[in-house]
Nanobody, 122 residues
Framework: QVQLVESGGGLVQAGDSLRLSCAAS????????MGWFRQGPGKERDFVAA????????VYADSVKGRFTISRDNAKNTVYLQMNSLKPEDTAVYYC???????????????WGQGTQVTVSS
């Protein structure tokens, strides 16, 4: 089992930045690829970004490329999502997830956090 706890969400204005963190415990963190997903009101859970076990491979959704950066610190068992130039359409609950590969499909992830709310006002 892997337990994931997200933090860092909040209410910001358009153009602001936020950094989300996801702290992992349980099994060896460095064994897992990590992903960030988000779910807006009345919407499906969408892929945001993913990172391989050693941080060398990163994948982003087109909607966040150039604005968001995913990173990880295996020594701290933590994955981060730096979000810059935030837009109102980025408003969602953001979830981190752990899986075998840094894929875009939520079905491929085995463990999920409880989510953190990000609200971007215009």
């Amino acid at each position: 089992q892997v337990q994931l706890v997200e933090s860092g969400g909040g209410l910001v204005q358009a153009g602001d930045s936020l950094r989300l963190s996801c702290a992992a415990s349980g099994r060896t963190f460095s064994n897992y690829a990590m992903g960030w997903f988000r779910q807006g009101p009345g919407k499906e859970r969408d892929f945001v970004a993913a990172i391989g076990w050693n941080g060398s491979n990163k994948v982003y959704a087109d909607s966040v490329k150039g604005r968001f950066t995913i990173s990880r610190d295996n020594a701290k068992n933590t994955v981060y999502l730096q979000m810059n130039s935030l837009k109102p359409e980025d408003t969602a609950v953001y979830y981190c997830a752990a899986g075998s590969l840094e894929l875009q499909s939520a079905r491929m992830y085995d463990y999920w956090g409880q989510g953190t709310q990000v609200t971007v006002s215009s």
